[in-house]
Structure formats: structure tokens, C-alpha cells
């Protein structure tokens, strides 16, 4: 018995074939027994484009997500409203239920990657050694988002978009909410749209820019 692998939509299947040794099986049956009802078909692959309007998008989402982490927390320190945020944020906004996120922080050190969501929740509201109750898990994180931040603005030096991937390149700036002082900041961002159109971060590189001997 002859058997065919097929990968449809990243699945394999198996299909089984009568085989040309069988006396049973003309030729007839040969080249027509392989016909099979047709399998459920992949999403439309043009539904999958990324396009530099959705980056742009959802850099803004982004933005306003650190923006409200820190308003939350603000108005309520000791409340849950700026860690729910946190949390959808990492479950939606980044890819970790789906894929390898890479993640590497601005201010991290001690733990430079950030591999799950509760490495991205620690850096973005804190661990308790620095605010009281925070649910961080790495004694480094001050908790970035909380800091408060008024608007984050991306200035794009490219944006380079394949099928459903887009990476953009750039810097960001951070304007405190207290002093209102600005923090540039690099950025590499990777993105990825999945089936139902949902797009999620899986690559994030974020530092500040280099300060050369004087």
C-alpha cells in the first residue's frame, strides 16, 4: 500500500493509495483510487498580509497600553486595574500563547530575555522589592510602565512587511508624566497576523542609545 504525506496549513496528513502491485488493481484504479473528498482549505493567505498601516496600528496600541498601565496605577497604587492591563497586555498584544516571543526589555539586566508572560508582566509593573505588592518575579524590575509615562511616540526608521510578518525599526520616546522630561529610546519590534486577523508581537529589542567615552 502506498501512502502520500501532505502538509496542509503546517498539519501532515497521511492519504492511502492502492498499490501497483495488487493484481486486484487495474490501472484504472491506480491513477483515479487516489481521488479523495478535497480537505478543509487553508485560511486565504491574502487575509494574512501584513500591511505598514496595521504596524502602525498597532505601535499605537502599544503606546497607549504603557500609557494606561501607568495612569491605572497612579489613581489606584494599591488596587489590580494597572497589573489586569499588564496582563491582557501580555496575552494579546505580545505572542506568547502562540509562539517563541523574544523579548529583550530596555532596562533589563540581570535577566536580559524575557521568554514568558510572567517575565513580561514583572518588567512592565514591578517587583515588590521596589513597589509594595507588585507581583514581579525578578528582583531588577522597577516596573517600567508604572513609572508614569504620558505618551509614547514611535518615529519608524523602517518598516519592512512579508506575507504575514512585519519588522519595524526605529525610536520611541517616553514623556514623564511627573517632569515631563522625554527618554529616547531604540526599538526592533517583530510582528506576526494570525488566522482571524489578530496581530501579536514576537520579537521585541528595545534600548537606549549609546553613549560614546568623551
Given at each position: 500500500?502506498?501512502?502520500?504525506?501532505?502538509?496542509?496549513?503546517?498539519?501532515?496528513?497521511?492519504?492511502?493509495?492502492?498499490?501497483?502491485?495488487?493484481?486486484?488493481?487495474?490501472?484504472?484504479?491506480?491513477?483515479?483510487?487516489?481521488?479523495?473528498?478535497?480537505?478543509?482549505?487553508?485560511?486565504?493567505?491574502?487575509?494574512?498580509?501584513?500591511?505598514?498601516?496595521?504596524?502602525?496600528?498597532?505601535?499605537?496600541?502599544?503606546?497607549?497600553?504603557?500609557?494606561?498601565?501607568?495612569?491605572?496605577?497612579?489613581?489606584?497604587?494599591?488596587?489590580?486595574?494597572?497589573i489586569?492591563?499588564?496582563?491582557?497586555?501580555?496575552?494579546?498584544i505580545?505572542?506568547?500563547?502562540?509562539?517563541?516571543?523574544?523579548?529583550?526589555?530596555?532596562?533589563?539586566?540581570?535577566?536580559?530575555?524575557?521568554?514568558?508572560?510572567?517575565?513580561?508582566?514583572?518588567?512592565?509593573?514591578?517587583?515588590?522589592?521596589?513597589?509594595?505588592?507588585?507581583?514581579?518575579?525578578?528582583?531588577?524590575?522597577?516596573?517600567?510602565?508604572?513609572k508614569?509615562?504620558?505618551?509614547?511616540?514611535?518615529?519608524?526608521?523602517?518598516?519592512?512587511?512579508?506575507?504575514?510578518?512585519c519588522?519595524?525599526?526605529?525610536?520611541?520616546?517616553?514623556?514623564?508624566?511627573?517632569?515631563?522630561?522625554?527618554?529616547?529610546?531604540?526599538?526592533?519590534?517583530?510582528?506576526?497576523?494570525?488566522?482571524?486577523?489578530?496581530?501579536?508581537?514576537?520579537?521585541?529589542?528595545?534600548?537606549?542609545?549609546?553613549?560614546?567615552?568623551r
Amino acid at each position: 500500500m502506498l501512502r502520500t504525506l501532505t502538509i496542509l496549513c503546517g498539519v501532515a496528513t497521511g492519504v492511502a493509495l492502492p498499490s501497483a502491485n495488487d493484481p486486484a488493481n487495474d490501472l484504472r484504479s491506480l491513477l483515479f483510487g487516489s481521488f479523495r473528498p478535497a480537505p478543509t482549505p487553508c485560511p486565504d493567505a491574502h487575509t494574512l498580509v501584513m500591511t505598514t498601516q496595521e504596524v502602525l496600528q498597532q505601535q499605537k496600541i502599544w503606546g497607549d497600553t504603557v500609557v494606561a498601565i501607568g495612569a491605572a496605577y497612579t489613581a489606584n497604587p494599591t488596587g489590580q486595574e494597572h497589573i489586569k492591563i499588564a496582563t491582557d497586555a501580555a496575552s494579546n498584544i505580545y505572542a506568547y500563547d502562540h509562539l517563541l516571543v523574544m523579548f529583550k526589555p530596555t532596562l533589563a539586566s540581570d535577566v536580559q530575555f524575557r521568554p514568558n508572560p510572567q517575565d513580561a508582566l514583572s518588567y512592565f509593573v514591578g517587583h515588590s522589592d521596589h513597589i509594595a505588592g507588585a507581583p514581579g518575579i525578578h528582583m531588577e524590575d522597577t516596573g517600567f510602565a508604572v513609572k508614569p509615562w504620558s505618551s509614547v511616540v514611535f518615529h519608524n526608521h523602517g518598516i519592512y512587511c512579508s506575507g504575514d510578518i512585519c519588522h519595524a525599526m526605529g525610536v520611541y520616546d517616553f514623556t514623564d508624566a511627573n517632569i515631563n522630561n522625554v527618554t529616547t529610546v531604540e526599538y526592533t519590534f517583530g510582528y506576526k497576523k494570525f488566522p482571524g486577523g489578530n496581530i501579536r508581537i514576537f520579537l521585541h529589542h528595545s534600548s537606549l542609545p549609546f553613549q560614546p567615552a568623551r
